[in-house]
């Protein structure tokens, strides 16, 4: 009751509105700076908003758009779902299992600080240029960042709870199925939106790298030609991609971990 009433506290609604009018305000005034000086230095330096919005309309409303973003979606889903699932387990079964993690921290650790774009060459070779090293790149660029954090979670699950359903004769592996995995769940959200935001970058990497399509392959071309305000709109599209993810993956940590809040 009183965590509620704590909750239902006059005032809360109101901070979290005036969060938003500064946020509101903040944008405004980011969109009219930009508008000043795209006008001043010219739209082959600086596209205003003016013309990208005037650009986002005509983009917007050609097949090409929807296109590449049906196809980097489609790479982006398969990419970083393996990742996802292979982070989840990998960094679940280095918290619980210390063998795992004595074996796999070595190696976790030498290839988080591998540049991707070294390993460029050698996927060509291996994979060509088409569908596979573009959801290898994915992979690569967010499964590290859930491993971690999985593994932080697991390794900083709340020793208290341990010990009180242990006194009540709970084996390994209920401990594992209905304290551990549960207490590291604020972890394993943390992790796949940081990996979200890498797999994204990942995505368009790849499409600069190995094959010019999608929409790193949009930028790409309208880069080649110039196009500063569609450059600009391409640009925007993976950044609102990048917060609708973001949004997706806290709807989805507030309906299956609510105690979080």
Known sequence: M???DVMKRPGAAPANTRERVIQIVLVVFVLLIWEIVGRRVGPFFLAPPSAVILGMVDLYATGKFW????ESLLTFAVGYSIAAFVGIVVGYMMGWFKPVALVLNPF???FYVVPIAALVPVMIIWFGI???PRVITIFLFSVFEIV???YTGVKNVNQILIEVATSFGANRWQLFRKVVFFDALPYVFAGLRIGSSRAVKGMITAELLFAVTGMGGLIMSFSNYYRIDR??????TVCLL???LGEIIMGLE???????E
């Open 148 to 150: 971690i954090n999985v």
């Open 130 to 132: 088409g569908y596979a």
């Open 2 to 4: 009183a965590r509620a």
């Open 108 to 110: 976790l650790s030498a």
């Open 242 to 244: 990048g917060v609708l």
């Open 231 to 236: 450059v600009f709109v391409m640009i925007l």
């Open 67 to 70: 296109n590449a973003v049906s």
């Open 254 to 260: 507030r309906l299956i971990a609510p105690w979080k």
